[in-house]
């Protein structure tokens, strides 16, 4: 009687039609949090294609594999993609999956708004991304945006960006805008209003207190974003001048609204993985999570800092040099309570008995990667120093260090992680570890060497470069990496797709862990649990299965 | 097999460190022994490095960059290393069963790394103060050059003031030339999305906004050609904004100076070229004093003392700047100077009067 | 140790309340983008008409009070319900819309005077793309909240209204209605106050 709990085999008597109609109308927060996971990788593919596409026209000097338009476009859709399209989606749906199981609920706050959500998130994906056919608009000059994923005004006004395609990103991420915002006030509802009895604030699970301080930090940045775009929109469209420099409107001042953003939005990057890295160094590292309220303290911190560093992005602008030491100041303090994290998850190992299996892997492998990206981002915050290397390669070094060493890295760890939970059956745990070792070593190849570029001088996105300034050879193991990180990538989709029917079965709790999601069946029903757990710590299975040593109440 | 993760470990983290420490030594390395350019007459090429500063401003930022490295390279050894200790001694060991104790906390530890970190960034942030002093002046350094640098989409203007010009000052495209040893202030505006100006070797960049005034400065120790390019996202051919800071001695400065201030040659025998010239749209962006009034492009009375065409794209000699003539697009493909489709003749005849604008 | 006594029931807030809290908290700071936006370019227009030629603050001021005093009979309206008098919420549910319809009257009559006779566009300068956006955008506000005021009237008068269930739902919707005039006292400050300044 060992039916195949596959997520895909619950409904295997209807017709496909069927399913796919059930998976459209669903309200159902876990098959809501798969379509955002799935499209999110689907995304991750594409973002990388065009990545894959920039480092083979900048494998040599003079290239012309693709031309000008054509790169800016490749990176305007790359960073886009990236943020909006795959960090934002995978990182909300994954909150969208487990917030309700670690907390003990049935569901999100609101069911019918979550839906509505993605839906929004999706369409305003294709709606960027019909760009390529739909923003030829009356000039001729069409295809994807090609202003850059900041989008600095004035070029982006209709003088210097004719056609549609700056439209279409302005609209495209509006609208997956409002999707996010909506996700937001769910979560914040859903984390505040339904959680189970016993589960007091200080018993929330890590991964739930970072999403709560993200969504706070999305409903704080998106709508500035928003207003931001608005006001671009209504230049472009109705003639204002809020960013037109010939009617004394400023360029400065869209960098402004942007980075009030654009700031934030990396810590809603880097805080889930932050709460992934939290869940699963303790389980493997068989150890408590060292100085549960001081995590805590830590995110809050680090949430209401995010909001009053974005003019760092902005030192080379020509701000008054007393506003550059304010923003740097501020800069330098949200390392403080980023560096208490990396310390009490080192503390956590100290004196565990560590499990490396390939969540635990990846989730030091976004230790080793995040401390480095870190490290350069203290660099960066010097002033003067940023005075050579911004909007240098260095930079591009620096953020995918955190973004990719780290929220990527941290995204593939939870991924394995929680992959039984959804499916029910494991990944593979050999071709696992190969992947991540061939990750590792095709991201250091690809990101390392784009540090020394940038000190040599070399922008970022230009779309090929002089020979003889010492560039060829960073830019040509740039570009060898990319072939490995393809390889590591491609075996973990594989693994994915393969485990789905050929994965050992996982059970209820293959990782012996501690929260609640994994008491419920794998994959969870879709009232998730049948009698409403209680909780009595911030680790309730630990209660459960030491009676003699329950976890120490942190109140 | 599990246990080789933590000598895998151990090797990659040794493979990093060396790495990362090589990046510094290997760029300035880099920038010292880079070949030069092979034209005809060869200043000495400085290739852009933030490690081979030859100006005060980007001394000071070099060795606050050490600073700054060395901090970063300790915090990155104990970090790392205290990771990769975790991961060697505290994997679990075959024999091993059961929970290992749990620790909840440590009030006294967690105290330390807080407060030393909070340490370590404040000593930073002091240092970084100091040297914004130094480097982001708001007044013009003392017996300062004062000149103008415009950024266009995708070239540059610079303005000297000059009393021997009729114009009351001198404007040349492209080639900033300056005095060894004094210091110059450039004023930067933009005349249409915003550019940056960077020539590691000199200083930091500086942003080129439109409808905002920036300044950089900056003093040339040593003559020769300080390369550099574009640093802020312009559109089409940001690739192809490229800088050159020729610093000579303050004679060869000043000669070159007047003679910029010079009126052009005006040569019988190029004549069907330069009606050409006027008679199509090249005059209408393209100034060559006292022939044709043009604001959008780069100014022509001097072209031919220049090294380069197409902001710094490629070298200039007849043969490039014929075939430039003939279409632009093929040379920098996105950049505003279309291709005026000329017969071979008239293109002959053009490329001859502008090569007599010496 | 951990005996059942920990099971405890939990205080937790009603997820009505959050979402709309939530929702408010991102029209703040949706709002602050075009706040900020119009106080940074205060006097920065290249030419007029600028603010002390063309703005009228009288009528402002009527209008103002209109609105400000709707916030006043929509808590009667909620009062109303709670109590479970639909007939009286009606009532007061009836006199906030009309205050808020001639908010939005009164400002139409002042864009059309701006427009028609006095030449003040979106377009024509940085105060006309700040002002109209911003205004703009309050008065699309105001009618979001007029048209849940009127959906709820409209079913009030169709009975459709259970006391008991819709109490709470009123009461998130005249939070909505209180932040729109709230928002509208920091809009008057900035536009008619602290813009008119020489």
Same mark, same amino acid.
């Given at each position: ?555 | ?181 004094? &210091?110059?202030?450039?004023? !930067?505006? /933009?005349?249409?999305? %915003?550019? +940056?100006?960077?020539? @590691? ?96 492009? &780069?100014?022509?009375?001097? !072209?031919? /003392?220049?090294?380069? %065409?197409? +902001?710094?794209?490629? @070298? ?43 | ?198």
């Amino acid at each position: 009687m060992t039916t195949p709990s596959t997520i895909l085999a619950e409904s295997s008597n209807r017709s496909v039609l069927e399913r796919m109609h059930a998976w459209a109308v669903t309200v159902d927060h876990k098959k809501l949090g798969v379509m955002y996971i799935l499209c999110g990788l689907v995304f991750f593919v594409i973002a990388g294609l065009e990545a894959t596409l920039m480092r083979i026209q900048l494998i040599v000097p003079l290239n012309d594999v693709l031309t000008p338009q054509g790169f800016n476009q490749m990176f305007t859709m790359h960073g886009t993609t990236m943020v909006f399209l795959v960090g934002m989606p995978i990182l909300l749906g994954a909150g969208n999956y487990l917030l309700p199981l670690m907390i003990g609920a049935r569901d999100m706050a609101f069911p019918r708004l979550n839906a509505f959500g993605f839906w929004l998130f999706l369409f305003g994906g294709i709606l960027l991304y019909f760009s390529w056919i739909g923003a030829d608009g009356l000039y001729g000059s069409g295809g994807a945006p090609d202003v850059g994923w900041f989008a600095y005004s004035p070029l982006t006004s209709r003088t210097f960006s004719r056609g549609n395609s700056t439209d279409y990103w302005i609209l495209g991420i509006m609208v997956s805008g409002f999707g996010s915002m909506t996700t937001a006030i769910n979560f914040l509802a859903t984390i505040l209003c339904m959680r189970c009895p016993g589960m007091t604030m200080m018993r929330l699970p890590l991964l739930a207190w970072m999403m709560l301080v993200v969504a706070v930090l999305v409903l704080t940045a998106i709508p500035v974003l928003t207003a931001a775009q608005v006001m671009l929109l209504f230049d472009r469209t109705l003639g204002a001048h809020f960013f037109d420099p010939q009617q004394q409107g400023s360029a400065v001042l869209w960098q402004h609204l942007f980075w009030f953003f654009g700031h934030p939005e990396v810590y809603i990057l880097i805080l889930p993985p932050f709460g992934f890295i939290s869940e699963i160094v303790p389980v493997f590292s068989r150890k408590v999570i060292f100085g549960y309220a001081l995590m805590v303290a830590a995110t809050v911190g680090i949430g209401f800092i995010s909001l009053g560093v974005w003019a760092h992005h902005m030192f080379v602008v020509g701000l008054p040099p007393w506003l550059n030491a304010l923003f740097a100041a501020s800069t330098f303090l949200i390392s403080v309570p980023t560096g208490i994290k990396i310390f009490n998850w080192l503390g956590t190992m100290w004196g565990g008995r560590i499990r490396f299996s390939t969540p635990m892997l990846f989730a030091t492998g976004f230790l080793g990667m995040f401390i480095v990206g870190g490290l350069t981002g203290i660099m960066l915050a010097v002033v003067p120093l940023t005075h050579q290397l911004s909007d240098s390669y260095f930079v591009v070094g620096h953020f995918h260090f955190v973004l990719f060493g780290g929220t990527v890295f941290a995204i593939f760890a939870a991924i394995f992680y929680w992959y039984p939970k959804v499916t029910g059956r494991l990944m593979n745990e050999r071709q696992g570890v190969w992947a991540f070792w061939i990750l590792l070593l095709g991201f250091n190849l690809v990101f390392l060497p784009m540090h020394i570029s940038g000190m040599l001088g070399m922008p970022r996105r230009i779309y090929t470069y002089q020979p003889g300034r010492g560039f060829e050879i960073w830019n040509l193991i740039s570009t060898i990496g990319v072939p490995v990180q393809i390889l590591g990538v491609g075996l973990i989709v594989w693994n994915m797709i393969r485990s789905l029917s050929r994965g050992a079965i996982a059970g209820n709790d293959p990782w012996d862990a501690w929260t609640l999601e994994w008491s419920t069946p794998s994959p969870p029903p879709e009232h998730n649990f049948d009698r409403i757990p209680t909780c009595t710590s911030a680790r309730p299975l630990w209660d459960r299965k030491n009676p003699t040593d329950p976890d120490e109440h942190v109140e | 097999m599990r246990s080789g993760h933590g000598i895998r470990w151990v090797v990659f983290w040794l493979l990093a460190c060396v790495i990362l420490f090589q990046c510094p030594a290997v760029a300035g390395e880099a920038a010292l022994c880079a070949p030069g350019d092979t034209a005809s007459i060869a200043p000495t090429v400085v290739q852009p490095s933030i490690f081979h500063p030859l100006s005060p401003p980007a001394r000071q930022i070099e060795s606050l960059a050490w600073l700054v490295m060395g901090i970063c390279a300790g915090i990155f050894v104990i970090v790392e290393g205290l990771l990769v200790f975790s991961i060697v001694r505290f994997r679990r060991r075959s024999m091993e069963s059961g929970e290992p104790v749990q620790l909840y906390g440590s009030n006294p530890i967690e105290l330390a790394w807080t407060v030393v970190p909070l340490l370590i960034v404040f000593t930073l942030g002091l240092v970084t103060i100091r040297v914004i002093r130094d480097v982001e002046r708001e007044t013009p350094p003392e017996g300062a050059l004062e000149v103008i640098c415009i950024g266009h989409q995708w070239w540059w203007e610079y303005r000297y003031e000059n009393p021997l010009s009729p114009q009351g000052e001198i404007v040349v495209a492209n080639e900033l030339h300056v005095p060894v040893g004094r &210091p110059v202030w450039l004023r !930067l505006e /933009s005349a249409d999305v %915003i550019h +940056s100006w960077w020539v @590691p070797s000199l200083a930091g960049k500086m942003d080129v906004v439109p409808n905002k005034t920036n300044h950089v400065w900056f003093v040339a120790e040593e003559p020769g050609l300080y390369l550099g390019q574009c640093a802020e996202y312009c559109g089409n051919q940001h690739a192809g904004m490229l800088l050159r800071v020729n610093a000579t001695s303050p004679e060869e400065f000043d000669q070159w100076l007047s003679h910029q201030a010079s009126k052009p040659v005006d040569e019988p025998a190029v004549a069907a070229g330069k009606s050409i010239f006027l008679e199509l749209a090249c005059s209408t962006c393209h100034t060559v004093a006292g022939v044709s009034d043009g604001a959008f492009a &780069p100014d022509l009375t001097h !072209l031919m /003392s220049r090294a380069t %065409i197409a +902001s710094g794209v490629s @070298p200039l000699n007849r043969q490039t700047l014929r075939s430039w003539i003939d279409d632009p697009q093929n040379m920098k493909p996105g950049c505003n100077m279309p291709s005026l489709k000329l017969t071979t003749d008239e293109l002959d005849d053009v490329t001859a009067f502008l090569c007599t604008l010496k | 140790m951990s005996s059942l006594s920990t099971h405890q029931e939990i205080w937790q807030p009603s997820r009505g309340k959050v979402g709309m809290a939530a929702l408010i908290g991102m029209e703040c700071f949706f709002f602050s983008g075009f706040i900020v936006a119009y106080l940074y370019y205060i006097g920065a227009s290249a030419h007029g008409p600028f603010p002390r030629d063309v703005l009228e603050v009288k009528p402002v001021i009527v209008n103002s009070v209109a609105l400000l005093s709707s916030s006043w009979t929509v808590v009667a309206a909620v009062r109303a319900l709670n109590t479970g008098r639909v007939g009286s919420m009606g009532f007061w549910l009836l006199i906030t819309v009309l205050l808020g319809t001639f908010f939005i009257w009164g400002t139409l009559a002042e864009w059309r005077t701006l427009i028609y006779d006095k030449g003040l566009t979106i377009s024509t300068n940085l105060f006309g793309s700040t002002f109209f956006a911003l205004i703009g955008f309050h008065a699309f506000h105001v009618c979001l909240g007029l048209m849940a005021l009127s959906t709820v009237w409209v079913l009030g008068v169709l009975g459709q209204l259970k006391p008991s269930r819709d109490a709470m739902r009123l009461e998130l919707i005249s939070w909505y209605w209180h932040f729109v005039d709230v928002v509208w006292i920091f809009v008057f400050t900035t536009v008619y106050i602290v813009g008119m300044r020489p």
